[in-house]
């Protein structure tokens, strides 16, 4: 017969499992997130910008409204094929991860949206290493860089991306 697993208050209250909570994410918990990641990050355009990889990331967030969006421009949308957008229709489903291909303004971006004060400084971190690395791939793996199966090298350098901005983050 089954019996339901009981956890002990004991087991619960244990200092390893325990972790301290974070704050809401606000604005100026972002600002110190984004400029651990990039020290030359600064407001422009309504919002916060900075560099990875080489790769411009623009971040605008809504306290009101309780919502972020990091944005990366991948190229003009004019131009791209039926089987393109067929193909980042389709990463979006299964490779993109948490990051997403859209489009607006006839432009393709790579975006990732979350709730602001639901945000903790890890989603934060690979939600924007997610970003980068689907605008990166845009045209061959169209990979987002995390849990991903495979053994190609690609694989180490989209991960690699990942650790090394978290490491950045971790004392934050």
């Known amino acids: 017969m089954f019996k339901p697993l009981v956890f002990s208050a004991l087991f619960m209250a244990s200092p390893v499992l325990a972790q301290e909570a974070e704050p809401p994410m606000s604005l100026g918990r972002m600002v110190e997130i ?52 067929a193909r980042v229709m389709q990463a979006n489903f299964d490779t993109a991860l948490d990051a997403r291909y859209a489009i607006a303004r006839g432009q393709l971006w790579a975006v990732f949206i979350h709730p602001l004060k639901e945000l903790e400084r890890d989603q ?49």
């Not at 934060?124 to 980068?132: A, C, D, K, Y």
């Open 34 to 85: 984004v400029t651990a990641l990039d020290p030359d990050a600064g407001p422009a355009g309504g919002g916060l910008s900075f560099t990875i990889q080489d790769v411009p990331v623009q971040i605008f967030a809504d306290p009101v409204m309780n919502r972020m969006r990091a944005v990366v421009p991948i190229r003009r949308v004019e131009g791209m094929t039926p089987e393109e957008l």
């Open 124 to 172: 934060l971190i690979s939600g924007i290493g997610q970003t980068v690395n689907i605008a990166l791939t845009y045209g061959s793996l169209y990979h987002g860089g995390a849990a991903q199966f495979g053994g190609g090298d690609s694989i180490a350098l989209q991960e690699q991306l990942l650790e090394d901005l978290l490491k950045k983050g971790e004392d934050i």
